[in-house]
């Protein structure tokens, strides 16, 4: 929760950066400072929230999303021979790379490229400057919120997606 408490309010400051650098310049720096300080937190916060994460071991099997309680239950099949629901609104249906990928992308994009820019751009003063650090942050947190529910562990795609 106070992750994306944290997210939102780094990219809300962000983005005020950005317009009181066109409509009142006098209070851009300001708010750029804030919004280097919330987004330095916001990245210590979910930097944390991923190493907590990844030593996490999760609680659903195969076993628990089947009902099954027997211990060597291996999936042949999904049981459909055309799309199911599950699978298309639950599994990205993306390597573990591009998973890994896509972290270090939301990383750079939504707290290191957005914190380097905005300090250059309170020096600057450029509007220019600041929309553009608006909307690598947009788009790094669009990355991260795609990361967030991809690296989820949902008992549908261990059912759906592990079918050999």
């Not at 408490?5 to 209070?27: D, E, I, K």
């Amino acid at each position: 929760m106070v992750n994306f408490v944290l997210l939102g309010c780094a990219s809300g400051f962000t983005l005020a950066t950005a317009c009181a650098a066109w409509l009142a310049p006098s209070l851009a720096a300001g708010l750029a400072a804030c919004a280097c300080t919330l987004t330095l937190a916001g990245c210590i916060s979910r930097v944390a929230s991923l190493q907590r994460n990844a030593r996490l071991r999760p609680k659903s099997s195969v076993q628990s999303a089947t009902g099954i309680k027997g211990p060597n239950v291996v999936q042949k099949s999904r049981g459909f021979t055309a799309g199911a629901f599950n699978l298309r609104e639950f599994f990205h249906g993306q390597t573990a790379d591009t998973i890994k990928h896509v972290k270090w992308t939301f990383l750079v994009g939504a707290f290191g490229v957005p914190f380097v820019l905005m300090l250059i751009g309170i020096s600057a003063q450029s509007v220019a400057l600041f929309c553009l650090t608006s909307v690598t942050q947009y788009l790094g947190l669009v990355a991260e919120r795609w990361f967030f529910f991809a690296e989820a562990r949902h008992p549908q795609n261990i059912y759906y997606a592990r079918a050999s």
